[in-house]
């Protein structure tokens, strides 16, 4: 049966941090092929060898179209996964759609107005695309989780921690966590008492309906987040950490996979988990 | 309109440890009402001043029939929470079914085959009854994330720490959570190198399917569990800490809510979160 | 020989949190032997029934002149450790030099005024006098680690977490080990990028030499107190978890052995260890 | 003067995973220089950029006899930092001390009795000499810190994680805190209860004076340690988390420096922190 083949896949940035991860991860997914790698650097290279794990026979182009009419061609269903960057992505997305190649967005910079047009032209297609912000679906368990507690709990603060390169505060996930569990309607944390910073800033920042968010940042640590939910007499704490991007490839075969089966544009790796 | 009076309810073991935050509990939700309080201590004292909350105007008495009656005969469907001790449980249970009154079990001890004939009995009467092992929602919350996490993660521990007058090891909470995972359909932890302990015990116990249980005793600690997932690139992990029966209070309530709208016995709060 | 009779010890604030741990610790203890009490409340009856710990033979009393009397005559030297408020505190520990009778002093309140006048008193009359903030020798064995720390890390940030009744945030014991390893004659965390807030508080307080502080406040919590040191490639990190007063015993207890070698006045407990 | 020049500094084993990071902490420390590099690969290439930070003009060679030589040429003591294998240890630290060349030894693999002829043999030449099994500087605070601990602490547990890759349980580093902690003359964890085990091995393994130790493997770790104090009231805790070889550089540069103050053989960087 022809669904036992492999899926073909095309990946754009293949050498860049991710892509890399991608390549090695593909070559080890049993229900996968390589078809495609496009990169901008070591063109006409083997993928295989330019990401350390042997010949692939997968030559590096930097020709998207080619390798978009060769998906087309293929026996099954392709996907592209694009982790390139901002520029062009809109143009990418709907050159995949229009040729019949399932798009795994894991690029930012779309707009929501290109969202939008993205999504009608899906439709349209009944073709399948995935615009991903976050692979990891152990962050997505526990954004679940913490949206599960907070029907139980009324008490909830967020601590996230990074090593001192980043120069954000909060990160972008421990805010999107706050923002989910704003989401549900209800205002957290009731004071019991009248709060006094003795030095500014004590408590943190407040995100969404009353959520406190603390970002520690020190050289040695890598990428954690920690909801913490508390009621009298008990404490119920979720925590994610990160140190390695390998992390993220049970997201990224698993949206390849899904992504065949949808016949609309998604956003979010959550809503097909 | 009958709905809104509150839910007239019976505490038995009303000065135990469990049975004093009881008490304290109903006193503040305002939409239950106390109408007995059971215990062999403290007979003809007001329940309020024994439990140091100001006078209740419940006097303890040590007769459930009478309190059974009394509940029988409520506008409302009555509710008799019981936190005594294994000796008469199931008779207890089985007169508060008949009585028409609804059964709250935290008591321990029955057996399977006692809850199977009560089970019977409820069914036939169309009432509900709740028997609870744990009142805790904080650790069904974590029991119900770490159900959902295994799906994705093929690795986990678990670590729980408490207090060293704890006799017995791992805790039977963690022994629960253990069996929980074990009944999804697989087996954690495949291995990757061949362990080697050096000092007997170092890995912990294993429970169910291949899941290690380390249990920590020192004085100091309360009660603590964490389970731990582990991937490549990954931790998730899920931790409660319980430092006061206060936090069984929110579980008692809503069982004390959930048993009305029951037509038979159900085994465990999870059931009916 | 004398030195093996137990030391004598008046409590004054017998009732209050903190006295009665102090009684209960004190008639556990088998070189100390209680020799009076001192309270507002229940004058006159068995300090060991008011603490519930059954009979000691100490009547409370409200006189403090006699009692210090009674110590003086005492075959050993006596100690008296006060736990009351800050009113009159200078007049208590004065009184208590005066008689002989060295002062282990909990009650906050003291102007540095008065403890300059108060050492000098002391160093007149060779007499012991501890002054103690802080009678956690487990927080201050943190505290120490944590300047042996300073010596080699140069990134540290500090987390501190309580029950959301406290109002002030940060703890003033989290701003007291800030102030310590700022005397160090360092300044930490230097930038390795512009930081950027986008919720302001995110990155918590600075207090001292560039050290950030975080409180995180919740119902279920107790105190917590964190210090992480970072590196590339590790964390260092030192936690203190209080739940019961019964860890300030041992200092308690400590500082009542020590008071009786000194022949002066001594701020801080750390200054004994 | 003299003193401020850089110190002479050749690394054996220079393209392994520890030599490596030493090679790039060397070209970053201003007050090293780097004279040599010896391996048994890359021999002739530039060690710089074999370990990919440009040109050092610095090649590869396999011939020890040669670097020995010309260390001993320098105006500056010099220093051989030795991170290759057991075989032949004993003799390269041998040469290098007749050469008057100071070691630096990172390999394992001596024993007693070898550590014993060098300590003579270093004595004799007046000669500094580090043999470190541990570079961590971070885990010696923690060592230290658990020392000063075990003074107020009856109790104590250690947990250690490491990924799943990890044959050996418990970690050597674990076992290494707890023999530290076991000299110090006394018997931990008088027990309260008695204990039993449902599950064989939940309370971990019995190492020195009974101490217990736990280990987890989970792919997602790296390398942690935490010794858990407890008292009444109270839990006192220390841990490290090693995520990449950079947290040893640190001590690495300060065994180089201090090898030069030493006229003896010396085991162990704790002993000249």
């Known amino acids: 049966m022809s669904e036992n083949l492999p899926i073909p896949v095309i990946v754009a940035g293949a050498n860049g941090k991710m892509g890399r991860e991608t390549i090695k991860a593909i070559a080890n997914a049993p229900d996968m092929t390589l078809i495609g790698a496009i990169d901008r650097t070591h063109i006409g290279e083997d993928i295989g060898e330019v990401v350390g794990i042997g010949a692939l026979e997968i030559p590096v182009t930097n020709d998207l179209e080619v390798m978009l009419a060769q998906g087309a061609q293929e026996k099954q269903l392709s996907v592209v996964v694009d982790f390139t960057h901002p520029d062009g992505i809109y143009d990418r997305v709907r050159s995949a759609i229009a040729y019949g190649v399932r798009p795994v967005i894991g690029t930012t910079g779309l707009t929501e107005a290109q969202i939008h047009d993205l999504t009608v032209f899906a439709d349209k297609a009944s073709m399948g695309c995935l615009i991903v912000p976050n692979f990891s679906i152990g962050m997505i368990l526990l954004q679940q989780a913490a949206i599960a507690a907070s029907q139980y709990f009324q008490h909830v603060e967020i601590l996230e921690l990074h090593h001192n390169q980043k120069a954000d505060a909060p990160s972008g996930t421990a805010v999107k966590t706050a923002q989910m569990l704003s989401e549900l309607g209800k205002t957290f944390n009731p004071p019991s008492v009248v709060e006094k910073e003795n030095f500014a800033g004590a408590r943190g920042a407040v995100v969404g309906?009353?959520?406190?968010?603390?970002?520690?940042?020190?050289?040695?640590?890598?990428?954690?987040?920690?909801?913490?939910?508390?009621?009298?007499?008990?404490?119920?704490?979720?925590?994610?950490?990160?140190?390695?991007?390998?992390?993220?490839?049970?997201?990224?075969?698993?949206?390849?996979?899904?992504?065949?089966?949808?016949?609309?544009?998604?956003?979010?790796?959550?809503?097909?988990?």
């Not at 992504?259 to 809503?271: A, H, M, N, P």
């Open 209 to 273: 309906e009353n959520i406190r968010l603390h970002s520690v940042r020190l050289p040695g640590l890598l990428a954690h987040q920690e909801v913490i939910f508390g009621a009298p007499g008990e404490i119920y704490s979720l925590r994610h950490d990160t140190s390695d991007r390998a992390c993220y490839m049970p997201g990224v075969l698993l949206a390849i996979r899904r992504v065949l089966q949808l016949k609309s544009l998604i956003y979010g790796l959550e809503k097909v988990l």
